[in-house]
């Protein structure tokens, strides 16, 4: 699916042709990220919540939307887990939630799933209503999305962050030591093979956990969600 976008695959002998699925709306980091994988030898795709979609130009000046209602993010997981559930994730060996609301489907519906933290959701929140100029999260709410946000944390079979800080943050909301994977985007530039082998080490630890029983929860097991 991904060769004719993203150019000629060389394979990484270090890394597993991994089929991913990518649960994330486009943009230039997404775009980034599966051009990597894909020309590393792994077999990325990308589900949005329209449908599975194919990668485009105009991804490169487009940024990831962030909401900010924390009720909408809610709205948003049953949206997720019925994308998830429509997409067929059997055939694949991983799911990369890039969200969220994303990996809260993730963890209910798929058995390996890698939960990427491009920041911690009632403070995305709390940034997304100062720049839109309403009123913040209320107390309450934002101490619910960050138990929420633990969840998905405790049962995605790696983490990947961004920063140091990040990964120490992670660690105080329930992750393993050895399940977080810290992978700059920002910075000196790591080797792109370097990259590459950064996430095979983060998929491989995902699939080591559902494998051993340790992460995911069975769709017969789905608790409700909020209104």
């Known amino acids: 699916m991904?060769?004719?976008?993203?150019?000629?695959?060389?394979?990484?002998?270090r890394v597993h042709p991994w089929r991913v699925l990518h649960a994330a709306n486009?943009?230039?980091?997404?775009?980034?990220?599966?051009?990597?994988?894909?020309?590393?030898?792994?077999?990325?795709?990308?589900?949005?919540?329209?449908g599975l979609v194919e990668p485009a130009a105009e991804w490169a000046t487009a940024n990831e939307e962030v909401s900010a209602s924390l009720l909408s993010a809610w709205h948003?997981?049953?949206?997720?887990?019925?994308?998830?559930?429509?997409?067929?994730?059997?055939?694949?060996?991983?799911?990369?939630?890039?969200?969220?609301?994303?990996?809260?489907?993730?963890?209910?519906?798929?058995?390996?799933?890698?939960?990427?933290?491009?920041?911690?959701?009632?403070?995305?929140?709390?940034?997304?209503?100062?720049?839109?100029?309403e009123q913040p999260p209320g107390a309450w709410l934002s101490r619910s999305l960050r138990v929420a946000e633990q969840f998905v944390i405790a049962r995605a079979g790696a983490i990947i962050v961004h920063s140091a800080e990040q990964r120490s943050a992670a660690l105080d909301?329930?992750?393993?030591?050895d399940d977080v994977f810290l992978i700059p985007q920002s910075g000196p530039e790591l080797a792109a093979d370097e990259l590459a082998r950064?996430?095979?080490?983060?998929?491989?630890?995902?699939?080591?956990?559902?494998?051993?029983?340790?992460?995911?929860i069975s769709t017969g097991s789905l608790v409700p969600l909020m209104a």
């Not at 060769?3 to 990484?12: E, K």
């Not at 997981?77 to 890039?98: C, Q």
């Not at 890698?114 to 720049?131: D, P, R, T």
């Not at 095979?200 to 051993?212: G, L, T």
Request: proline letters at 4%; aromatic letters at 6%.
């Open 198 to 216: 950064r996430y095979n080490e983060a998929y491989h630890h995902a699939s080591i956990r559902r494998e051993s029983g340790g992460r995911g």
């Open 26 to 50: 486009p943009s230039a980091a997404l775009l980034a990220t599966i051009t990597l994988q894909a020309r590393a030898g792994m077999r990325p795709e990308v589900l949005s919540l329209a």
């Open 173 to 177: 909301r329930g992750a393993g030591v």
């Open 2 to 13: 991904m060769a004719a976008h993203v150019g000629v695959r060389v394979r990484n002998p």
């Open 76 to 133: 948003h997981v049953r949206a997720w887990r019925d994308a998830l559930m429509a997409s067929m994730p059997a055939r694949f060996e991983v799911v990369h939630a890039h969200s969220f609301s994303a990996g809260m489907a993730a963890v209910r519906t798929c058995p390996a799933v890698v939960y990427e933290i491009g920041g911690f959701v009632e403070q995305l929140a709390l940034q997304a209503s100062a720049q839109e100029g």
